[in-house]
Each structure stands twice: as structure tokens, then as C-alpha cells.
């Protein structure tokens, strides 16, 4: 029988409005089930920890990015599977999985055991499934995470906008205190130079916030990720190219945009202060730094995805066509 661990995040923007567990029970009554509901991050390590030391076939995720984040720091390179079931507010991995109200769907993924493996990003040692960096992308992620544990309603609120507020958040941390630029030196096998920027991203997926599509040809399992780095000097020239990638108009059509595919990255902050490189990814603080290692761990956690279920529901079409 599978066994499948159930992590609820109730404290995700979404993670009461509906009745998850009776929902799972539902689709997974053959499974061997067990709901964990940690009340703080320290229970949520020790339980993932008890999970793997239990070694369960699979564990889903009902929470936000963050939730998925703290769960995939253990799940990485394990033989267990993945589900995330979006809770959240931006709920970036499953809407790049495809899974975004899909929800009984996915949890038909489990049942049938139909996973791929994807990529990971390693920033100093700490895993990241989707997309990060430096800069006003980390400005952002810091306010809002701020803003939920000290505003009351906040978190109603972004539940009710959903990934927009995003953008509003960004419109704002952009027309209020002028934006810092980190000097840089950057090597990597594809490209080596130093330069200024306001905005450094890594990303292992096309778009980030729902519809920040900043890495077109961006895929999560073919072993790279993309940098995308904008040397805009100024702030017009900054709103505009943030207003283009909105837009969806590819990066590479923007002067003042460097986007490259690698493998590795090493970022070195070259003003001679005590600043450091805050990096955010997956919506979380990974580190603070003067100098950041990138990789990537290719294959490295199975995830249950709708992209999957749509190949081999073409791929057993093809072997049903008769021969003309």
C-alpha cells in the first residue's frame, strides 16, 4: 500500500478555505494516509525528518512556496515523491507543474504514481526550486513576509488578490526609496564580467508571480538554469524593462537586459563596505552573503506534474493509431 505524508500549512492564504484532508481522503482511500499540521517551522523540519526516516512513498504539500521550500531541503535526491497542492498565494511550482486548480487531477497523479524528476538550484549550499536573486525581487519578497506576520488581515488580503499584489508591491518598492545597484564580478562558464545592477535573477522557470514571464525558454530539467540581469542605470529605464517582461516581450529584445543559460555562477559583491547579497528564492531568505556559489543538481526531486499525464496520454494515442 502507499504510504503518503499529508503536510497542512493552515496558515497559508488559502490553507482554510477548503476542507483538504477530506478532500485527499476522498481521492487517495487505497493510500496509507497520515495529515501532519505543524505549528511552527521547528515542527515542520522534525516532521519532515520523521517522514523520510519513515521512508514514505509520498508527501504532499498543501501550502504556499514557502511551504514547499522548507519540505524540498530534505526531499532533494530522496527516492520519495512530491506533490504540491497550491494553498498559497503565488503557488509558483504548481502552476509551472500544471497543477494549479487541478486539484483532484493531481491527486490522480499519486494515485496512478505518474511522476518526472526536475532540477534544483543550490544558492550557498540551499536548495530552490523556482526563482530568485538579488535586488528589488528580494525587497519585495521581505515586505510581504514582513507584512503577513505583523498586519492583521494582510494575509486575507493577499488571499483575495491573489499574484497581482505581487506586482503592486513591486510598483511601489519601485517609485518609493531609490533602488541600491550591486557592483559585480560574475563568472560562470558562459559568461564572465563585472557590471552594476539593480535586479540579478535566477531563474529554474519560465515566470515567477504568475505572470512575470523573465525566462521564456527556461525549463527545470534540462540541467541549467537562467541569469537574467538588468543594467538599467536609471529608474525610467528600470520601469520599463520590468513594464516589457510584464508584458510578456522577451528579455533578449531589451539592450540593457543580460540573459544567459548555465550551470554554475559565482557572484562576488565588489563595493568595499560591509553591504551583503541578500538572496531570496522560492519566496524565502536562503542567504546573505558577499559572495553566492549557484549550481544545479539535475534530476534531483520527483514531483507529480499534469505536463507528465499529457505526454503519456499522447504518447499511448500515438501507439493506438493504425498504420495507413
Not at 250 to 268: A, G, K, V
Not at 289 to 298: D, Q, S
Not at 300 to 312: E, F, T
Amino acid at each position: 500500500m502507499q504510504k503518503v505524508r499529508v503536510f497542512l500549512n493552515t496558515r497559508a492564504s488559502q490553507g482554510q478555505s477548503r476542507d483538504w484532508q477530506s478532500l485527499i481522503q476522498r481521492q487517495l482511500f487505497r493510500s496509507e494516509l497520515d495529515f501532519i499540521a505543524p505549528r511552527d517551522e521547528h515542527e515542520l523540519r522534525a516532521e519532515i525528518n520523521r517522514a523520510t526516516a519513515d521512508k514514505v512513498d509520498v508527501i504532499v504539500s498543501v501550502g504556499g512556496d514557502g511551504t514547499f521550500h522548507t519540505l524540498i531541503q530534505q526531499l532533494a535526491e530522496q527516492e520519495t515523491r512530491f506533490l504540491v497542492l497550491p494553498a498559497g498565494t503565488a503557488n509558483d511550482l504548481a502552476r509551472e507543474l500544471g497543477i494549479h486548480n487541478r486539484i483532484k487531477e493531481a491527486l490522480e497523479f499519486v494515485r496512478l504514481d505518474e511522476w518526472k524528476a526536475i532540477d534544483l538550484i543550490t544558492v550557498n549550499g540551499t536548495h530552490m526550486a523556482t526563482n530568485g536573486g538579488i535586488g528589488i525581487i528580494g525587497d519585495v519578497a521581505e515586505s510581504i513576509n514582513q507584512w503577513r506576520r505583523s498586519i492583521p488581515g494582510f494575509q486575507s488580503l493577499m488571499s483575495n488578490i491573489g499574484h497581482p499584489m505581487y506586482t503592486l508591491i513591486l510598483g511601489l518598492k519601485l517609485l518609493g526609496a531609490p533602488q541600491k545597484k550591486y557592483r559585480l564580478r560574475i563568472t560562470s562558464p558562459d559568461y564572465r564580467g563585472e557590471l552594476e545592477s539593480p535586479l540579478l535573477m535566477i531563474n529554474n522557470q519560465p515566470s515567477v508571480a504568475g505572470s512575470f514571464k523573465i525566462a521564456p525558454e527556461t525549463k527545470n530539467d534540462d540541467g541549467k538554469f537562467n541569469v537574467s540581469i538588468f543594467t538599467h542605470h536609471h529608474l525610467c529605464q528600470l520601469l520599463t524593462g520590468i513594464y516589457r517582461v510584464r508584458q510578456h516581450i522577451p528579455p533578449t529584445n531589451d539592450p540593457r537586459m543580460l540573459s544567459f543559460e548555465t550551470d554554475r555562477l559565482e557572484l562576488e559583491l565588489l563595493d568595499k563596505t560591509d553591504q551583503k547579497m541578500a538572496f531570496y528564492g522560492d519566496g524565502e531568505l536562503l542567504t546573505s552573503a558577499r559572495r553566492l556559489e549557484i549550481g544545479i543538481k539535475p534530476q534531483s526531486l520527483r514531483v507529480y506534474s499534469h505536463q507528465l499525464s499529457c505526454l503519456n496520454a499522447f504518447e499511448a494515442s500515438k501507439r493506438l493509431e493504425v498504420p495507413t
